[in-house]
C-alpha cells in the first residue's frame, strides 16, 4: 500500500513530502514533478504569493539515476518568502515582539484550529490550515500519475465553473453521455484547459469569469467554484464491496473533499440522477469484440465501488476563499468584541489550481488501488500480473458462464 505524509507550514523553511511504497525500477524526475507544481501556480486571480515563489521539487532520497529503487521518497519544497518570516516562524523560543493574532476569519480554520489546540496565537493555526500544503499533494500526486501512465492511464482536470458562470455547453453532461467512444483521453482535455487563464474549454466563458473575477477584486471579495476531474484508461476492478474502506471511490471522495475549501463532490451523474427514473440513469452494458462496456457513463466509471472501466468522472465544488479584502464582521477573542475579520494575503479565485489538486488526489486513489490489486516490488512485476489480468478478464468471465 502507498502512503504519503507531508509536513510544514505556508511560510516556514519549506514544505517535506515522503512518499512511501512505490515499485523499483519506476521513472520520476524532478521536471516532471515540477511541471504540475507550476499548473498549481498557474491561473488568473491568483494572488501576490505566486509571484514570490515559483516552486520546484528536490528529490532527496528514494530515487538514483531517475528511477525509484524502493525505498521511500523524499521531496523538498523550498518556501521563497521564508526569508521574510524566519522571526515570526523561529523554531528557537523567541523573546521579540511580534504580533499576536487573535481575529478569526469566518470560513477559515482560524477560530476551529486554536479552539481545538488550545493556542493563543491564530498564526499558528495559519500556517498548517493554508493551502500552500497542497504544493505537497501535487508533489505527491505527480509520481502517482507517472505511475499510472506505465499502464496507459491518464489524469486531467478542467473548470467548469467560477462565480456561477458555466459554458453554454454542457461539457461534463457529454462526458457522462458520450465517452464510452473510443480515443476518449484525460490528458487531451487537461491540455485544452491549460490553454485558458481559468482553465475553462469555452472562450467566451473565459471571458465572462475574468469580467466577474475583476469585480470581485475591485469589491475586495472572492470567488468560488465548481471543477472537473477524469481519468481515462483505468481497468476494471479496482475496488471492492467487501468492506467499507476498500472502496474505490469512497477513497476518491475523502481524497479529494479534503482539499482545502472544498465543500462538494459527486462521482458520474449523482445529484441529477438522483431525481430520474432508474431506467434513465443507469449505464446499459454492451459488448464489443473482445469486452463488456457501457453505453453511457451516468456513474462516471465506478459501480459497488469497484471500477467498470469506462472513464473515472469526478466533479467537485470550492467555496470562496475566506480572506476578504473587505471583510465581514468576527469577534476580536482577545476582547470578546465585534469586529471586522482580518485580512491575510490570499487569492481572489484558486479554482483553477483547485482542479490540479484534484487530478493529483484523484492519481494518487488509483495508483493506490492499482498497487494494491497488481503490485510487485518492480515496475516490471507490477506490469506482469496487470497483464495477466486485463489479458484474461474477458476470457474468464465467458469461460465461467459458459459452465454453467
Not at 489524469?155 to 467548469?160: A, K, L, R
Not at 465585534?338 to 487569492?347: C, G, I, L, P, V
Request: charged share 25%; aromatic share 6%.
Amino acid at each position: 500500500m502507498i502512503r504519503f505524509l507531508t509536513a510544514g507550514e505556508s511560510h516556514g523553511k519549506a514544505l517535506n513530502v515522503i512518499v512511501d511504497g512505490f515499485p523499483s525500477n519506476l521513472n520520476v524526475t524532478e521536471e516532471s514533478i515540477n511541471n504540475e507544481l507550476k499548473r498549481r501556480q498557474a491561473g488568473y486571480g491568483r494572488g501576490m504569493r505566486m509571484k514570490i515563489e515559483s516552486d520546484s521539487a528536490e528529490i532527496l532520497s528514494g530515487v538514483r539515476f531517475a528511477k525509484t529503487i524502493g525505498s521511500p521518497i523524499a521531496l523538498l519544497i523550498r518556501n521563497n518568502d521564508w526569508q521574510n518570516w524566519q522571526d515570526l516562524l523561529d523554531t528557537k523560543e523567541n523573546e521579540l515582539l511580534f504580533e499576536i493574532i487573535s481575529i478569526p476569519r469566518p470560513g477559515h480554520a482560524d477560530l476551529t484550529g486554536v479552539s481545538k489546540y488550545n493556542l493563543d496565537d491564530i498564526r499558528n493555526s495559519i500556517e498548517r490550515s493554508s493551502a500552500r500544503e497542497t504544493a505537497s499533494r501535487v508533489a505527491a500526486g505527480a509520481i502517482a500519475k507517472m505511475l499510472l501512465a506505465e499502464f496507459g492511464i491518464n489524469v486531467g482536470s478542467y473548470v467548469e465553473s467560477i462565480g456561477g458562470i458555466y459554458p453554454k455547453e454542457n461539457f461534463y453532461s457529454n462526458l457522462l453521455e458520450n465517452n464510452s467512444k473510443s480515443g476518449f483521453n484525460a490528458l487531451t482535455l487537461s491540455n485544452l484547459a491549460d490553454k485558458s487563464s481559468v482553465r475553462v474549454l469555452e472562450r467566451a466563458q473565459e471571458e465572462r469569469i475574468i469580467r466577474k473575477i475583476k469585480t470581485a477584486k475591485k469589491k475586495g471579495d472572492t470567488l468560488g467554484g465548481t471543477f472537473i476531474a477524469v481519468a481515462t484508461g483505468v481497468p476494471a476492478g479496482l475496488g471492492s464491496f467487501m468492506q467499507y474502506d476498500r472502496r474505490l471511490d469512497a477513497d476518491i471522495a475523502q481524497g479529494i473533499i479534503s482539499i482545502n475549501a472544498v465543500k462538494g463532490l459527486e462521482i458520474g451523474n449523482a445529484f441529477e440522477g438522483a431525481g430520474l427514473f432508474g431506467s434513465e440513469i443507469h449505464d446499459e452494458i454492451i459488448k464489443d469484440k473482445t469486452n463488456l462496456k457501457r453505453r453511457t457513463n451516468h456513474y462516471g466509471g465506478i459501480e459497488g465501488g469497484i471500477s467498470n472501466g469506462m472513464p473515472i468522472i469526478v466533479r467537485g465544488a470550492m467555496k470562496p476563499i475566506a480572506t476578504l479584502m473587505s471583510p465581514i464582521a468576527t469577534v476580536d477573542l482577545s476582547t470578546m468584541k465585534k469586529t471586522d475579520a482580518r485580512r491575510e494575503r490570499s487569492d481572489f479565485t484558486a479554482v483553477p489550481a483547485c482542479a490540479v489538486i484534484a487530478e493529483a488526489m484523484l492519481a494518487w486513489s488509483i495508483a493506490k488501488f492499482m498497487i494494491e490489486k497488481f503490485g510487485g516490488d518492480s515496475i516490471e512485476e507490477m506490469k506482469d500480473n496487470y497483464s495477466s489480468y486485463t489479458g484474461k478478464m474477458f476470457g474468464r468471465i465467458k469461460t465461467n458462464f459458459e459452465r454453467k
